[in-house]
């Protein structure tokens, strides 16, 4: 069985995923910011063995702490991004945004790379980013998270290509989420909604077959082709 790290484990995909992998038999650590959450987590699930407590959004505590973990672990084969925070701001106040991007972006991008860096020196494993299906457009209500979404999944394309440049079995897999019932779906245009256990199940499966993208749940495939088909003239109408 695979030594998985679960970052963003507290609530919602996260928590279900750790959870899933647990009782599958792996050995999970599991990184969040509410201590007593990841403490719950690992009454509930043994095999959610290890845990920090790290806040992604200061990146060189970060780093360090994740290191650390990975070192106590005696290495990982999967790493999963999960952590990240969404606002519905169409006043664009800035404290918002600034939020979104320091941990979508800022908090992302240097776990990534320590986690890149790590299946590099070992010659093997597999990077999973959960994105969104709003990294395809940007939104008026919601500018940051749209956007940093899309930082996700360039992101991981890059790593795609070192990887693939590097010759090595290490995987990177863009997961792009529709709406998933969690504290970060938003309240408007709710359709095709599940349940936070199912894009777990849906998630767990896209990284046992070590997909390289998928859509949670498959028929928002059909909603991302729509979006990138709409020219701008009717996409600023919806």
Same mark, same amino acid.
């Given at each position: &069985?695979?030594?998985?790290?679960?970052?963003?484990?507290?609530?919602?995909?996260?928590?279900?995923?750790?959870?899933? $992998?647990?009782?599958?038999?792996h050995? %999970?650590?599991?990184?969040?910011?509410?201590?007593?959450?990841?403490?719950?987590?690992?009454?509930?699930?043994?095999?959610?063995?290890?845990?920090?407590? !790290?806040?992604?959004?200061?990146?060189? =505590?970060?780093?360090?702490? $994740?290191? =650390?973990?990975?070192?106590?672990?005696?290495?990982?084969? /999967?790493? %999963?991004?999960?952590?990240?925070v969404?606002?519905?701001?169409?006043?664009?106040?800035?404290?918002? =945004?600034?939020?979104? /991007?320091?941990?979508n %972006?800022?908090?992302?991008?240097?776990?990534?790379?320590?986690? &890149?860096?790590?299946?590099?020196?070992?010659?093997?494993?597999?990077?999973?980013?959960?994105?969104?299906?709003?990294? !395809?457009?940007?939104?008026?209500?919601?500018?940051?998270?749209?956007?940093?979404?899309?930082?996700?999944?360039?992101?991981?394309?890059g790593?795609?290509?070192?990887?693939s440049?590097?010759? &090595?079995? /290490?995987?990177?897999?863009? !997961?792009?989420?529709?709406?998933?019932?969690?504290?970060?779906?938003?309240?408007?245009? &709710? $359709?095709?909604?599940?349940?936070?256990?199912e894009?777990?199940?849906?998630?767990?499966?896209a990284?046992?077959?070590?997909?390289?993208?998928?859509y949670?749940?498959?028929?928002?495939?059909? %909603?991302?082709?729509?979006?990138?088909?709409?020219?701008?003239?009717?996409?600023?109408? !919806?």
């Amino acid at each position: &069985m695979a030594k998985v790290i679960v970052v963003g484990a507290t609530s919602g995909i996260g928590r279900e995923l750790a959870a899933h $992998f647990s009782r599958h038999g792996h050995v %999970v650590g599991i990184v969040g910011r509410r201590e007593h959450l990841l403490e719950e987590l690992r009454r509930e699930h043994p095999n959610c063995r290890f845990s920090r407590r !790290i806040d992604i959004s200061r990146t060189a =505590e970060a780093i360090t702490q $994740f290191e =650390e973990l990975v070192a106590e672990m005696e290495g990982a084969d /999967i790493v %999963v991004l999960n952590a990240g925070v969404g606002f519905i701001n169409p006043d664009l106040h800035w404290d918002q =945004e600034r939020e979104t /991007i320091e941990v979508n %972006v800022a908090g992302f991008a240097a776990l990534a790379t320590v986690a &890149m860096q790590h299946f590099l020196a070992q010659g093997r494993g597999q990077l999973v980013g959960i994105s969104s299906i709003a990294a !395809i457009r940007g939104d008026g209500s919601s500018p940051a998270y749209n956007a940093s979404k899309a930082f996700v999944s360039s992101y991981l394309q890059g790593l795609r290509k070192k990887a693939s440049k590097a010759k &090595m079995p /290490i995987t990177v897999t863009d !997961i792009q989420p529709g709406f998933v019932d969690t504290s970060l779906a938003r309240g408007e245009n &709710m $359709f095709w909604v599940a349940s936070a256990p199912e894009a777990a199940r849906q998630i767990y499966k896209a990284i046992l077959t070590r997909r390289s993208h998928a859509y949670v749940t498959k028929r928002w495939r059909l %909603v991302a082709w729509l979006l990138k088909s709409l020219p701008d003239s009717l996409y600023h109408r !919806i």
